[in-house]
């Protein structure tokens, strides 16, 4: 089935120390984004990207960074995570129509040591 | 204000009760509308989009109310696996983004 993968699940790191998340997708789709969700909250978009152009939101801090190398991968970059930085990431994709829905990944649930 | 606002909940209702959840958002210019569904530590997943004539998906109805800026969900027959959070999500406006609301809390009992 077509489908958002993300990996890992589970992620843990120590405080400062960089990590990665990645999420791949077989629909196709031209925007992939990249949302932070923690518990009861909303998910909260970090940035998204429009075939290759990146569009950050004005409120994403400077310690998160994404890339996008191919239409079907898309990473989160952690620079120097800190403890305020545990949530679940979720990576979503739809199509550039206005009235698409988006498709999640699993997520991954990222713990700061 | 915020731009999607939903009552968190939760609603506790028997097995085979009707529940209603209700959700405004502020952004006249926003154009499509969704339900999502979101089971704890687990990701959102499309329940169903809303349109302005309204739609049903079996024991599920949306309705849409533009001048009001409302939207609900409607759910028959309620069974123990709908207990989730209800997500209520807008378009932001333009193409791509969607606003998220913090979601509504279903727990449904025998």
């Known amino acids: 089935d077509a489908m958002v993968i993300q990996n890992p699940r589970y992620q843990v790191t120590q405080f400062g120390k960089p990590v990665t998340l990645s999420c791949s997708q077989t629909?196709?789709?031209?925007?992939m984004y990249w949302y932070q969700q923690k518990s009861s909250q909303a998910p909260k978009l970090l940035f998204h990207y429009y075939d290759k152009d990146f569009n950050n939101e004005a409120d994403t801090p400077d310690n998160f960074q994404s890339r996008r190398p191919n239409t079907s991968f898309c990473f989160l970059d952690i620079r120097s995570p800190g403890l305020g930085d545990a949530a679940m990431y979720l990576c979503?994709?739809?199509?550039?129509?206005?009235?698409?829905?988006?498709?999640f990944g699993d997520g991954t649930r990222l713990s700061i040591l | 204000r915020k731009e999607v606002e939903q009552d968190p909940g939760p609603f506790n209702v028997p097995e085979g009760a009707t529940v209603a959840f209700n959700c405004t958002y502020s952004n006249s210019a926003s154009q499509s509308f969704f339900w999502y569904r979101q089971d704890c530590r687990k990701e959102p997943k499309l329940l169903m989009s809303?349109?302005?004539s309204g739609n049903e998906d079996g024991r599920f109805t949306a309705q849409l109310n533009r001048a009001s800026q409302y939207i609900s969900l409607l759910i028959r027959d309620s069974k123990l696996s709908d207990s989730a959070t209800y997500l209520c999500v807008v378009s932001a406006g333009t193409a791509s983004k969607l606003t998220f609301g913090t979601g509504t809390r279903l727990q449904v009992t025998l």
């Open positions: 629909l196709n789709h031209n925007v």
């Open positions: 979503a994709t739809s199509r550039e129509n206005r009235d698409q829905p988006q498709h």
């Open positions: 809303v349109y302005s």
